[in-house]
């Protein structure tokens, strides 16, 4: 048992290393979701919180449905998060996966 919690403390470790590394570009794709979430509120007549609303749940590609964009703007807008999205995800995906490698080196567990 002591031996997998030293795992799980490597793995965070591991994990905090690499999202300091890469700390400006996560930063970069959350304020695009949050600035281009506010202009799709304010194109559409949304409240700025329905906005951001829409902005991480477009970019987190879940799409509840529930905010609709209806104008050219937005929806272009709309599309640009979803990419933002699937790349935010395969980042955070990229760390877990290299900081998993990283935990496995560093406590032997691949014996």
Same mark, same amino acid.
């Given at each position: 048992?002591?031996?997998?919690?030293?795992?799980?403390?490597?793995?965070?470790?591991?994990?905090?290393?690499?999202?300091?590394?890469?700390?400006?570009?996560?930063?970069?794709?959350?304020?695009?979701?949050?600035?281009? &979430? +506010?202009? *799709?509120? #304010?194109? %559409?007549?949304?409240?700025? =919180?329905?906005?951001?609303?829409?902005?991480?749940?477009? &970019? +987190?590609? *879940?799409? #509840?449905? %529930?905010?609709?964009?209806? =104008?050219?703007?937005?929806?272009?807008?709309?599309?640009?998060?979803?990419?933002?999205?699937?790349?935010?995800?395969?980042?955070?995906?990229?760390?877990?996966?290299?900081?998993?490698?990283?935990?496995?080196?560093?406590?032997?567990?691949?014996?």
């Amino acid at each position: 048992m002591k031996h997998t919690s030293h795992i799980r403390r490597e793995f965070y470790k591991a994990v905090g290393y690499y999202l300091r590394i890469t700390w400006p570009i996560f930063s970069t794709m959350l304020i695009v979701i949050v600035t281009f &979430g +506010l202009i *799709i509120s #304010y194109v %559409e007549g949304w409240d700025p =919180l329905d906005g951001v609303y829409f902005g991480f749940v477009t &970019g +987190l590609t *879940i799409g #509840y449905g %529930e905010l609709v964009p209806k =104008l050219p703007l937005s929806r272009i807008l709309a599309i640009v998060l979803g990419f933002n999205g699937v790349l935010l995800t395969a980042i955070f995906a990229a760390i877990s996966v290299r900081a998993i490698e990283t935990a496995v080196r560093v406590t032997g567990g691949d014996k």
